[in-house]
T-cell receptor, first 115, second 118 residues
Framework: DQQVKQNSPSLSVQEGRISILNCDYT??????FLWYKKYPAEGPTFLISISSIKDKNEDGRFTVFLNKSAKHLSLHIVPSQPGDSAVYFCAASFQRSYNTDKLIFGTGTRLQVFP | GAGVSQSPRYKVTKRGQDVALRCDPI?????LYWYRQALGQGPEFLTY??????QDKSGLPNDRFSAERPEGSISTLTIQRTEQRDSAMYRCASSWGAGGPVDTGELFFGEGSRLTVL
């Protein structure tokens, strides 16, 4: 039972354009959502997060949008740069519901930004 | 150290052997997590600790898998009688802990231990 789903395994975007990565979840008890970025041969690194009490969080070129009614979140990267090419994982937790940082991850989306 | 350190980085073993994977978390981090990641998949939760207490082991696949963190710092994930299906990247992560002084919900991952069972 995949509680966090990333239905697009890959995405290709031209440099300077917007990249939109999508994530859906099934458990309405999730109260914290994060995006992680992973380069080859490295561990995932934290990118941006959002609490379930918000619907948007912005950090520089990265913005995460949360639609609780649709159980959907998205990561927008604008403008996209070649260095953004990586695998992006969506993750969710029950941080405030059950006082744990345990993360449930999606399967990832490979983003390729070409010149 | 500055980051989460895992050893060995690569382990090749024969089916039936026991393996122990070590994780040294970021100093001061309360929570420590073990994940397993198959190729093309996201990290899959195995177990986690707050200090030395194992809070959740619901992700351990079977009783051949065990983990400990006896002094609330370094942790060892042990796989007994390894099988080929155990081959994967095993990732350790640590965090300040939910509700702790730095409550970002962020987990810091190590580079992983790649296990290959022949």
């Amino acid at each position: 039972d995949q509680q966090v789903k990333q239905n697009s395994p890959s995405l290709s975007v031209q440099e300077g354009r917007i990249s939109i990565l999508n994530c859906d979840y099934t458990n309405s008890m999730f109260d914290y959502f994060l995006w992680y970025k992973k380069y080859p041969a490295e561990g995932p690194t934290f990118l941006i997060s959002i609490s379930s009490i918000k619907d948007k969080n912005e950090d520089g070129r990265f913005t995460v949008f949360l639609n609780k009614s649709a159980k959907h979140l998205s990561l927008h990267i604008v403008p996209s740069q070649p260095g953004d090419s990586a695998v992006y994982f969506c993750a969710a937790s029950f941080q405030r519901s059950y006082n744990t940082d345990k993360l449930i991850f999606g399967t990832g989306t490979r983003l390729q930004v070409f010149p | 150290g500055a980051g989460v350190s895992q050893s060995p980085r690569y382990k090749v073993t024969k089916r039936g052997q026991d393996v122990a994977l070590r994780c040294d978390p970021i100093s001061g981090h309360v929570s420590l997590y073990w994940y397993r990641q198959a190729l093309g998949q996201g990290p899959e939760f195995l177990t986690y600790f707050n200090y030395e207490a194992q809070q959740d082991k619901s992700g351990l696949p079977n009783d051949r898998f065990s983990a400990e963190r006896p002094e609330g710092s370094i942790s060892t994930l042990t796989i007994q009688r390894t099988e080929q299906r155990d081959s994967a990247m095993y990732r350790c992560a640590s965090s300040w802990g939910a509700g702790g002084p730095v409550d970002t919900g962020e987990l810091f991952f190590g580079e992983g231990s790649r296990l290959t069972v022949l």
